[in-house]
């Protein structure tokens, strides 16, 4: 691992994922996560604060040695117990089947090399009666932008850690046993070809 993937992009990475916008939608969509929480790519840990009292332990997953000691400094604001699981989501999952109440996933499905694995190891330890919380950004409805998304995906993903931006955020989902069960889509702020964003719920299909 080089210095710019070690020591600059964690940085980049965690200011990225703390503006306004993508605060908005972790104020929205954490708190109504619920019990043991698996939260895949949990980065610097700004959804940790979000948390609410209904959350006893989270589980979080982050192959970044780096983003995981962003992470810890974190902790201190939520009340949960906190495990950080350092490896690669697409790999097993030192977890029981059925033994998780919430998944979450923001902003991370985009990264994850093997994210048709990640999504199916999400699905083995989520309880039946469990909810998969996602909000992602991902491949746009609009042929123009899908045209700039595949264009620039290439050399996008070489310098922000393997992120695509021509993902099929749902297709992945539902793809790997999960049913949709809420769905909003919407474009924040900015470029068009990074900010398509799919939010919402999935269940065990």
């Not at 040695?65 to 906190?82: D, N, P, S």
């Not at 310098?159 to 069960?181: P, S, V, W, Y």
Request: aromatic share 8%; charged share 20%.
């Amino acid at each position: 691992m080089g210095f710019y993937a070690r020591h600059i992009l964690p940085r980049l990475i965690d200011l990225a994922m703390s503006n306004k916008d993508t605060t908005r939608l972790r104020q929205i969509w954490i708190p109504q996560a619920r019990g043991d929480v698996l939260e895949i790519g949990i980065g610097s840990g700004r959804n940790l604060r979000f948390y609410s009292t209904a959350v006893e332990h989270v589980y979080g997953v982050d192959p970044s040695i780096e983003l995981q000691h962003m992470a810890r400094e974190q902790v201190r604001q939520t009340h949960a117990k906190v495990d950080f699981l350092g490896q690669s989501a697409a790999a097993p999952l030192p977890l029981p089947d059925a033994s998780i109440d919430t998944v979450v996933s923001t902003w991370t499905l985009c990264s994850i090399p093997g994210a048709v694995e990640a999504l199916k190891e999400m699905r083995r330890v989520l309880r039946p009666a469990g909810s998969f919380i996602f909000v992602e950004h991902g491949r746009a409805p609009d042929t123009r932008v899908i045209a700039w998304q595949d264009r620039l995906t290439p050399i996008w993903k070489r310098f922000t850690g393997n992120c695509h931006l021509n993902r099929k955020i749902d297709e992945l989902i539902t793809g790997a046993g999960f049913q949709i069960t809420e769905l909003k889509t919407c474009y924040l702020p900015g470029p068009r070809p990074m900010t398509f964003t799919y939010q919402g719920f999935a269940a065990r299909d």
